[in-house]
């Protein structure tokens, strides 16, 4: 690829059922897909800039949906292994009651949990701008953290910017495992995204603004500490930065953090300064809890300026 | 429990796309619930017997989706135990062309697989007249295997007959591993249900109506061979027996065995001679498969005379 | 039964319009139950206490609906009547505008009118902790009427504690007919639950808190009175006690007073004191009106503490 | 109304399941409206002749269902009464197997057995051409019964022809009831259709023809008797008729009596010989029974021709 | 017609989406109609007096779906033309985000643009009260506004009041091409209805009282300002006129003026003063935005003292 | 491109409503996208082989489902447009009786219409195998004529094989302006579809094997004449050939033409021999009209030789 974000991960099937209550109350659920790695590339691919995601997906229709979906939002998927001993990963999203989201997932030695170093293509790493990860795919397996690790470091063999998304899951795997093996992926990484509940697990305390100046002593030159409806906080290129969230009423907020990085990691690549990648990214935030689904209501990059005429940005 | 029908393994929730074609193409899926012990279970509560599931769920929706379901259809599910280790396995039955199903299974390492013998509870079994089991659930784990096991030793001692169905799942273990298991589960049940291609599995050969002999000489009192749209014919009490299928068209083949299982065995514990358990049992099979779903379509006592006075039975 | 809650009444299929709007521009509706009793046995079932509920429905499909869905929550149907003569009742609930919800019924001389005194199972009632009656049940028939008398002579004969939630319906019969009835069967029961606008209808006026005490003087040992979004105040074991609601957005209020008095009688036969049986209403009301549906959303025993986590409850 | 025909009776909303299979497992109903004489109105209209129906609905928004349907296709509904004091009827018809349709009725004592003879508008019949009644509108109530005499005998004085489908419905009377006020009306009726069950109901033996011609002896000039796929014969001029039946696939017959009525109706308002009003009556009943619903597959009378030309009619 | 409303206009099959998002992501829309003067006719309607409305449509199943929901309230389609050579015209109605709604236009060169003045059946407009025309018909087609004219002088002829609502859309033509044409009519007009934007666009500065005072000197007796949520001011007869809106939420503000329409002239063909007229046209606006859909929420007149005394109505 | 397909036309959205029955009582319609030449490159990348469709449609949400399920489905959309100035073009499928479907098409004056040779991208053609062009465009303006001639020249030019599938829609263009501008493109392209009619509109009688001599006469190598369910006969590279249909029951006949020459052209991309490209187009027809939709139906690779193992295919 020339240019452009590469990222990898497992992305699943997503089963949501239509209404708030109860799922055994439900008739049906509604088929879609998401996975964080394969968010952020869309709304790369949404606001104009060339994306490209690979990971394992089962040999099956679930498989082909996950492929499907990415690809028609114009993600490059050329990469992605159909692995036939296992069947593609899902999830259910249920919403028992109004404001609250409870996921079950169905991944365990699953297609991404077998994702191993040979799957990292140096073709297509070769030429992009940025490589980028998540914490998730270290939890899934052994030879998932392998993966990532060597992806890491080809990228840096080759000059690809490498960003990473904390996104800790601690059903995937306890802190005392987590933390020495994010540590060291924030060590060799150029743009870190965290959560203060998650730069804390990092070992680094402090309010969002102090924990940003920390991280960025571990290494990365920027740093973004993610805060929901408070907008975010960072340092970046040794300076602190912050940007609000938008006033706007959440339907669904997950994803909205998947929005926020393709957000600010679009307008990196497109050359803008750091003012500019946060109100960005809080604008593609802003969407994606406007509507429901994962990474559906991420905006094109003509959208992007009725919302913030709507909305206003206001950066500090 | 006083008379009636028990059995236990693993019941799933269903996903089931609305209409034939590629799953990637459809937009929701219905939800619902399946397992062949419990669906002999829900035939045998329909004609008036009582029944008792038992098995693992998840401490999950989905768990409390499959026992409410069970337990709407008039089976005692009390039972039943809730493991909050892993999630309620599930699987999704596709109908890519007409007249072809496909169903892919979330079930490794899932709750059946983590039944244990101290889950059969001696005071559902006492009293019982009848101990239904699959090969479906020795599958699906070792300790699941032990439990039958178990479960078949404990019915011996309270007197309880033993009834399986073959129901062999090449998909869950390879013929060389299931062969020797359930050739020994054979030797001690008192009634057996297979089909023909199941007999040969179990190392009979010859006519179905000869594999019928042949199986009862390893024990079984009762051998019945179902052969679907072809009828059913058995060895029983020393002699030989068969029922034609009835003449109605299928929409919905899956489920039809099962429905046969609970037709035979409902009548059986009802006194009745073995004409009549043929009878219903094919009465009950041309129900199943007359409308969607794996057991939704099972009939009521009282529809029974219905729809034998509509097609006739013929039992030669 | 063995401990628990018995109740009886009549419960009807509920057909609901998808959205808000007029009813006639909807193309499909929903298929559900209730019935206030048949509610309350839901719910006390959930909060994982021995219930019972029995009634008559129709020998039809929407009868069978009635039984599985009451029979799936775990409430004990088995002494219904399926009664061939008349349908099943049923219920239309529209919500042509916001928040406004019009209920249009189809149950006269329906299978409820033809309640009638031997319909009482004396085996049901003998060892229930407590009977539970409501004031729609009187209103269907003289004969319905006559069952909820014997029922109550025939539970203070066997000693099982009587519950009246006065749930008085205008539509069903006039208040000059309904208050002698209902107060003749105040004057017989221990534990009353009531409206304030309904404590009026039974001849006792003031503030809330003051109808309490005097309809207590009419012989109740425990009276609530339910006010809805207010909370609710009552006089127990002759001292005043009160609760406040807990602050959640009411999506459909349908249901709540029957959750409230579940959860109050639950903990009663548990033998939680006062304070705990209304913080406990108070929470079952709450998740009642949080999601669609007149008793989907009654909340099981776990989910409890989670509700009153995230609000607290206020007992003054 | 100048020229065309009149009709009343009872019109009900209508609740389907989308599929076939038990009521007890759908999740959800479709609303429709259906009754045999809003079915031949709206049958007329499409047909392009003027139709009028009236009867009684409930003040509600079934009722305004009703009539939105009815008159959306064309029929004048301006003569209907909306009665305040009970709630519209409305019927369930399920499909538990292929082939067969149930349907329960919630009509008791509802708007149509509230009829009366004042509810015939002579300004309404006035100029009409035809007159069409059931035999289902005598059937329930005594003043729908008179309802039916007043009309029939108004519209001889003001020589309006009189139309009688027999439709005789055993669940809402016995036939010892029925023979003598049916027979009453066929005396007095213009135009007889009937089943050759019902011709029997009448005291008329033999074959179809042969009681066509015995039933005319009563009094009616045109009889003709519906053999379903067999087509019908009549006895109209004092000569034998006979039509075949269109060899369509039949998948949802209910209606297409009513649509036949209205083909032959129509033709002979339009002055149409007895070959081409059979003609048409045999398309309309083709139509009807190819598409789903009561009435929504009747044609219009361009689409007669396209109808015809593909499957020829066979007049003999 | 005796007395009552005539309009005429472009009516449209109109598809919308079931839930809020981008209309890519949406598997199914739903089928309705609307437009302009049909919704005016309609309110008309259920307000309880004589409406009529033509227009061209396609001779298809939509253009079938538009006249059939028209008729089915209650409207007087007898004069519409079938138009044999163009399809009947469509839009799609999506809501991207909560509160924005986006409709896309299938009408160039459609039934309405092949509008002309031969398809003004005099008899239809003879007898009426009030001719009412929007301004949307004149930007359809040169022969769809030479129709408009054409009415509005044979109104004059025969003594019809003439309505306008400008309706200005710029989508259909520039401000430089409808403004002399929409004065022209403002001028031959006796009722005008307009939002301050279109009173701007008409030439007219001010606030919204000097507004209308200065369109009733362009020649209408009664001038209203539609003020959306701020309620409408308005110039009638020589003097000053107000009122505010009802405080509702808004689900659906679509078609909300159309329900002000038609509430204010169905007071007026009432002879009700114009603070009664006012009071209706807030009331029915308010119903209009309470439900979703164009025109669906518009209030029966028995529903409006439902609602004013839930809201009261302030005229000031 | 290297090697594989390009294509160009016109790609609409289709809006189909899910069940038989005339639209106008259809609730609601589902969303799909159709198109003859996107359904030829969707089959032929399904079938393991290069393809790029590009074409214009609207810069609007339909549009965007256009590109998007196109891309998902792996075709190079890259050369495709988004022209502002029109919205995208859409069609309605009926099926108002069993078997019977009826299309209506908004696309006058769209998107397809506004093609012109500057769309045609050199790069996009330079290097792939085979143009592929159907007899659609052309009909749809002079513009897109001009640009459908532009494209075989430089096809020609660069070395590409030119193929057209004849698909004369009589409602785009009359026969007589039709046919000199088909018999054009006939005389300058490699292989030629046509159906037995098609072919006599081009001038060219007899029994189709004659009729694809005649054809190749006039310049293709290959000539395939399609019979749909009768299968095809040809004429290629100067012999005779024929296939059989496969015997499936058709569901949905639209669309398997495309199939078919999707089969055929991605063989003989693949080098296939005739009889092989003939037996791949004759197995992807039937897998298409197995399920519903234009293109859902088109087989993977691997799937084909399930469907031939299944049936076989005849190659005579």
């Known amino acids: 690829m020339t240019g452009g974000l590469v990222t990898f991960g497992e992305t699943m099937a997503l089963f949501t059922p239509p209404t708030v209550g109860r799922l055994r109350h439900a008739g049906s659920l509604m088929l879609g897909i998401g996975g964080a790695e394969s968010n952020v590339a869309i709304g790369v691919a949404r606001l104009g800039l060339p994306a490209a995601w690979f990971g394992r997906v089962g040999a099956d229709e679930l498989g082909e949906t996950v492929l499907t979906r990415i690809r028609g939002e114009g993600v490059d998927v050329?990469?992605?292994?159909?692995?036939?001993?296992?069947?593609?990963?899902?999830?259910i999203k249920e919403r028992p009651q109004p404001g609250i989201a409870r996921v079950t997932y169905y991944r365990q030695d699953g297609p991404g949990a077998r994702l191993r170093p040979s799957d990292v293509d140096e073709s297509v790493l070769r030429g992009a701008q940025i490589l980028h990860?998540?914490?998730?795919?270290?939890?899934?397996s052994d030879s998932a953290c392998e993966t990532v690790?060597?992806?890491?470091?080809?990228?840096?063999?080759?000059?690809?910017?490498?960003?990473?998304?904390?996104?800790?899951?601690?059903?995937?795997?306890?802190a005392e495992r987590a933390?020495?093996?994010?540590?060291?992926?924030?060590?060799?990484?150029?743009?870190?995204?965290?959560?203060?509940?998650?730069?804390?697990?990092?070992?680094?305390?402090?309010?969002?603004e102090v924990q940003a100046r920390r991280l960025a002593g571990?290494?990365?030159?920027?740093?973004?500490?993610?805060?929901?409806?408070?907008?975010?906080?960072g340092w970046v290129d040794g300076a602190p930065v912050a940007v609000d969230a938008l006033p706007v009423e959440a339907i669904d907020a997950v994803g909205a953090g998947d929005a926020f990085?393709?957000?600010?990691?679009?307008?990196?690549?497109?050359g803008e300064p750091v003012t500019e990648r946060l109100a960005t990214?809080?604008?593609?935030?802003?969407?994606?809890?406007?509507v429901p689904g994962d990474w559906e209501g991420f905006p094109h990059r003509d959208e992007l300026s009725l919302l913030t005429s709507r909305h206003g940005t206001v950066i500090r």
Chains 1, 2, 3, 4, 5, 6 share one sequence.
């Open 78 to 91: 050329d990469a992605a292994v159909r692995d036939s001993e296992v069947p593609t990963s899902l999830m």
């Open 133 to 140: 990860l998540t914490g998730i795919t270290p939890a899934l």
């Open 218 to 233: 571990l290494g990365p030159r920027e740093v973004v500490i993610k805060l929901g409806a408070r907008g975010a906080v």
């Open 261 to 270: 990085v393709a957000g600010y990691l679009a307008e990196l690549m497109s």
């Open 281 to 290: 990214a809080a604008a593609c935030g802003a969407c994606a809890v406007s």
């Open 149 to 174: 690790r060597a992806s890491v470091e080809l990228a840096r063999t080759l000059g690809v910017l490498v960003s990473l998304d904390v996104n800790y899951r601690a059903a995937l795997w306890p």
């Open 179 to 208: 933390t020495p093996v994010l540590r060291e992926l924030v060590r060799h990484c150029d743009v870190l995204f965290a959560g203060d509940d998650e730069a804390e697990l990092l070992g680094v305390t402090g309010a969002p």
